[in-house]
DNA sequence: TCAGGAT
């Protein structure tokens, strides 16, 4: 595959519109951590190549109404949106293109430290902040700065002086609602905007505990369906709903009931509540769904899958001959080179693995933590905050951090078991194999994955993966061979 | 042998 940095902004069936804005990089900014200022422009451009218009799968939108009404996009770019009806947009190439208030222009340039919005920023946030306000179908790569776009979305929107909630941003996980809660703290410190995190909490009785005056609140489903059941959280201001991570909010398998249940409640009071869906994923099966679930006349940014998996992350494959191999390749190769790496994220199929691995790893003397949902939520925390803040190395986890943990000092990324469908365990879980090595690879950073194999049915696995991104996995050549290792790391860049 | 949230 060429590049896929490159791209023709198209809709279909229109002729491509004019280019407007010198290439860059997709991943121009990350995702959700705010730390590291942008660097634009960047030196990979010269190896742009430009696709054909492309046609956007499982497009719902009315057809009487005009749907060809686009953006003026960068040539240069991997994703394709259609918008609906006679609403125009104009990308920002600058923030300061988007009438944003001053105290919110502070917070990106000094809080954040950004210069100019991503790509996906700049498609998305016309969309989102120009009346009338449609729903948003929005899917862009890994760490490429969705976060951003729906976090500015709410606080844009948000009335500061009105005390209600306004805004709602609902998660899979605590962890990824700390996360953009954080964000959110973050751009928003000189709006005066009260944000609130949803999540269960052992210590506060929700009964006990008045209204939410807060203006924005983020958190996992459970807690937000509880809190307005119970009339805490009320959805009369309630003018942008945000799903992170939307694909699996909706799933079948997901948090599908949770999620239209909510959505349903507020649309019943607040009719013209602006839904945003954002992912790096959406399969087809979800996207026709989901296409469905918000108003007839929303926007749509798709990815095609062939382009999703990030270039800077190489990828590696490692025949083990058995369980105990793979084991070993951690502790020989992982931790051998470890030290003059960044971080690692260990991805296990289940609490059981990770425990196991967990005892393995600590008992050959290796220093390693592991998450996932089982453990209490203040050692989940402790966890994530020693992780983030670089006091571990290696953090073994299951699927729980999969989607959206942003950490970007993680530049190896260990598929310790493949994810498969629960449903049918002969399918590969694509979604969830694409967030996992998306972990790496942060804001256009070099990466590794290493997906180590041993059955059969993990070969079936891996060449399923393969195809279906277009895309071969180098293989290593001997799971005992240091030197392969090393090669390989290198190839990758980090070494 | 699902993992996740919440019950």
């Not at 989901?290 to 798709?302: A, E, G, L, T, Y």
């Not at 050692?379 to 905050?385: G, Q, S, Y």
Request: hydrophobic fraction near 40%.
């Amino acid at each position: 595959m060429a590049d896929t940095t490159s791209a023709t902004f198209a809709p279909p069936p229109a002729t491509n519109p004019t280019a407007v804005e010198p290439p860059k990089r997709w991943a121009d900014e990350e995702d959700e951590a705010p730390e590291q200022p942008i660097s634009t422009a960047s030196a990979a451009s010269s190896s742009y190549d430009k696709l054909a218009a492309e046609l956007v799968e499982g497009l719902k939108v009315d057809e009487e109404e005009k749907i060809n009404q686009y953006l003026e996009e960068p040539e240069e770019s991997n994703i394709t949106a259609v918008t609906s009806g006679d609403t125009p947009y104009t990308s920002a190439s600058l923030f300061e293109d988007l009438n944003l208030s001053p105290e919110l222009l502070k917070g990106i340039y000094v809080e954040m430290k950004f210069e100019k919005p991503s790509k996906i920023q700049a498609v998305t946030l016309p969309m989102i902040l120009t009346s009338p306000y449609k729903d948003l179908i929005a899917q862009a790569h890994n760490g490429s700065g969705k976060t951003t776009c729906f976090v500015l979305g709410m606080l844009s929107r948000v009335d500061p002086k009105l005390m209600a909630p306004q805004a709602l941003c609902i998660c899979p996980t605590r962890e990824l609602a700390m996360q953009n809660l954080e964000v959110l703290q973050k751009m928003g410190k000189y709006t005066g905007i009260i944000p609130e995190l949803a999540v269960p909490n052992e210590k506060i009785s929700v009964y006990k505990r008045g209204p939410v005056s807060a203006q924005v609140v983020i958190g996992t489903p459970g807690t937000i369906k509880k809190w307005m059941s119970l009339k805490k959280l009320g959805a009369s201001y309630i003018k942008i709903l945000v799903f992170d991570e939307a694909d699996h909010m909706l799933a079948e398998d997901g948090f599908k009931d949770d999620s239209l249940r909510i959505m349903k409640d507020i649309e019943r009071i607040s009719s013209h509540c602006q839904v945003l869906l954002f992912s790096a994923t959406f399969n087809e099966t979800v996207k026709n769904f989901v296409s469905r679930v918000v108003k007839p006349d929303h926007n749509q940014v798709f990815v095609k899958k062939e382009e999703l998996s990030l270039e800077s992350v190489k990828q590696y494959k490692v025949n083990c001959p058995d369980e105990r191999a793979k084991i070993m390749v951690v502790k020989d190769k992982i931790f051998e080179f470890g030290e003059n790496l960044g971080q690692t994220i260990i991805f296990v199929r289940t609490k059981v693995n990770a425990s196991m691995l967990h005892t393995e790893l600590t008992g050959f003397g290796y220093e390693v933590t592991t998450i996932q949902g089982a453990l209490k939520q203040e050692d989940r925390d402790r966890i994530v905050k020693e992780f983030k803040d670089g006091l571990t190395q290696v953090l073994i986890s299951t699927d729980l951090l999969a989607r959206g943990f942003d950490q970007q000092q993680v530049n190896l990324v260990i598929n310790f078991d493949l994810p498969f469908k629960h449903n049918s365990p002969s399918e590969p879980d694509y979604e969830v194999y694409l967030h996992r090595i998306g972990r790496a690879g942060r804001f256009g950073r070099k990466g590794a994955v290493f997906n180590l194999l041993c059955h059969d049915r993990d070969h079936m696995l891996m060449s399923k993966i393969e195809n279906h991104f277009g895309k071969q996995v180098t293989e290593v050549s001997s799971w005992q061979n240091v030197e392969d290792f090393k090669v390989a790391l290198k190839e990758a860049g980090l070494l």
